[in-house]
């Protein structure tokens, strides 16, 4: 057929092109470096945003680490998906504490040393009596803690991401740790990172983007501390 009568010679083309790019003129071309990633098992139909609440990331993200879902569910039946790198015993220690009856109607907030059930309350809008019903046995607020997602009308759940303090109650961020540089034109992720000598995939999570993502000039994006030394 016509529309995959092509096939083969693209195959063929791109071989002889991986094996040796610098005869066909992509010899400037630099492999993005390798995906880093843990794996961990979920229950049937998660949703991907507490996953990505689990793990400290985005939605994005968990997207790109997991080309293959099509949807921001997992599939109907216990599934095993890829998390950032490193964050595989956080995400595990989530679902272990979730009720199964709750796991699509409730997010995850970020507590800070301090902070009690009525400073999340007041960030998240949702009263004290209902934060302290869904973390039972849970005095103070410690680590991740569940919130109990807010209802709109019409009885759907509604989805939403809350800001994580990084300090204490009433301190400024610190931005000691972060430097800020600045996108120039034609700029990828990818491509500023490996300017400043970063990480281009660590880089792209810092920001809640891809590698990939095209910038616009002057678009300010975080370096973090380890990458901007």
Do not use: C
């Amino acid at each position: 057929p016509r529309e995959t009568r092509n096939y083969v010679p693209n195959i063929l083309a791109t071989i002889l092109i991986a094996n040796s790019p610098h005869q066909y003129g992509f010899g400037h071309v630099r492999p993005a470096p390798p995906l880093r990633y843990d794996r961990v098992r979920v229950p049937a139909s998660t949703n991907l945003s507490l996953i990505a609440q689990a793990a400290d990331t985005t939605v994005q993200y968990v997207r790109y680490l997991n080309p293959h879902l099509r949807t921001n569910m997992t599939p109907p039946e216990p599934y095993v998906i890829n998390v950032p790198a490193g964050k595989a015993n956080e995400v595990v220690a989530v679902f272990r504490r979730i009720p199964a009856s709750r796991l699509n109607d409730t997010n995850l907030a970020r507590s800070v040393q301090g902070e009690t059930w009525q400073t999340i309350s007041n960030r998240t809008g949702i009263p004290v009596e209902d934060l302290m019903a869904a973390n039972p046995g849970m005095s103070q607020p410690t680590g991740k803690v569940f919130v109990p997602a807010a209802q709109v009308p019409g009885g759907r759940v509604q989805a939403t991401s809350y800001s994580r303090p990084t300090g204490s109650p009433g301190s400024t961020a610190a931005t000691s740790n972060v430097t800020i540089v600045k996108a120039q034109s034609g700029d990828t992720v990818a491509k500023l990172a490996q300017r400043h000598g970063a990480d281009p995939v660590e880089v792209a999570k810092y920001n809640g983007l891809l590698p990939n993502s095209v910038l616009g000039a002057g678009r300010e994006i975080r370096l973090p501390a380890a990458a901007s030394n």
